[in-house]
Each structure stands twice: as structure tokens, then as C-alpha cells.
């Protein structure tokens, strides 16, 4: 599911010149295609969820795309405020996020995604997908970036 999602970013900066790729210190090697190709629009904000969807809200007003990756608990719990308010403006940022409910949960509670999906779902204006394949995966992420914000969990 990884390889397709570094794959719909690639394409999607490739297609999309308003696309802007913001990565929080994840996926880095995955991502480094995008890194090489396009070293201005794609940068590692590193741990700094908050700022960095500030980043992201900036970047919407603008009249930017970014697509917008971290671990799901860090990119939804740390930055909810400002997704909140990223999404009662209608702003179209693309959240993408692994490590969705339990999978890093061994990792510490820090790492719990429990709540991050139920978090989204009470968002106005954004597409909520769960992807169950690459094919879904690589479906969804392609269509989805004419409309709405998204959120993806993988």
C-alpha cells in the first residue's frame, strides 16, 4: 500500500504544478523520487505536525494543493485545531497519513490512532477514505484532488 501511495504523490506532483508535497519526517526514503524531481515543492517539515498543517492552511489560501503526510495520530491529534479550522474554511489540503488505529501501537500511546478517524469524520467539507487495496488506494487519491480536502489513512 506504501509503494502505490509514494507512486499517487509522485504522479500527482508530476500532473499538478500547484501541488506541494509536505512530509513530517516519514516515508522519506519512499519519497525521495519527489525529493530529487522536484526539491521546491517538496520539503520535510520534520515533527512539527502543528506547524506544518499551519503550513499546509497557508499553502491552500494560496492557491496551492498540499498533500500533506504523517503518522496518523501525530498529523490528526497534535494539529486538530488547525485542522478544524482548515476545514470550516474549505481549504483543500490533502492529509495523508499511515499508521492508521492500531498499527505503531506498540510504539507507546503517543502512537494510538484510536481516536484520529473519529476526529476526521466530525470535520466539515473533507472526504474521509480508508483504503482496503493499492488499487483503491491509487483510485481514490487520483480522483479525489479536483474537490474537497481528504483525509487518507492507510
Known amino acids: 500500500m506504501r509503494k502505490q501511495l509514494f507512486k499517487s504523490i509522485y504522479n500527482r506532483l508530476n500532473n499538478n504544478s500547484k501541488s506541494i508535497l509536505l512530509a ?24 512539527t505536525e502543528l506547524a506544518s498543517v499551519g503550513f499546509a492552511a ?5 492557491g496551492f494543493r498540499p498533500i500533506w ?14 485542522i478544524k479550522n482548515l476545514a470550516h474554511q474549505d ?4 492529509i495523508i497519513t499511515v499508521g492508521s488505529t492500531i498499527d505503531y501501537m506498540s510504539l507507546g500511546c503517543t502512537h494510538h490512532g484510536i481516536l484520529s478517524l473519529a476526529s476526521m469524520l466530525a470535520m466539515p467539507n473533507v472526504n474521509i477514505y480508508e483504503p482496503g487495496s493499492t488499487l483503491e488506494l491509487e ?16
Open 91 to 94: 481549504l483543500t489540503c490533502d
Open 69 to 82: 503526510h504523517s503518522i496518523d495520530t501525530f498529523a490528526v491529534e497534535r494539529s486538530l485545531e488547525v
Open 24 to 47: 513530517g519526517d516519514i516515508s522519506i526514503y519512499g519519497l525521495k523520487d519527489c525529493f530529487e524531481k522536484w526539491p521546491d515543492r517538496s520539503l520535510n517539515t520534520s515533527c
Open 58 to 62: 497557508g499553502l491552500a489560501l494560496a
Open 139 to 154: 483510485i481514490l487519491f487520483e480522483k479525489s484532488h479536483k474537490g474537497k480536502a481528504i483525509f487518507i489513512t492507510t
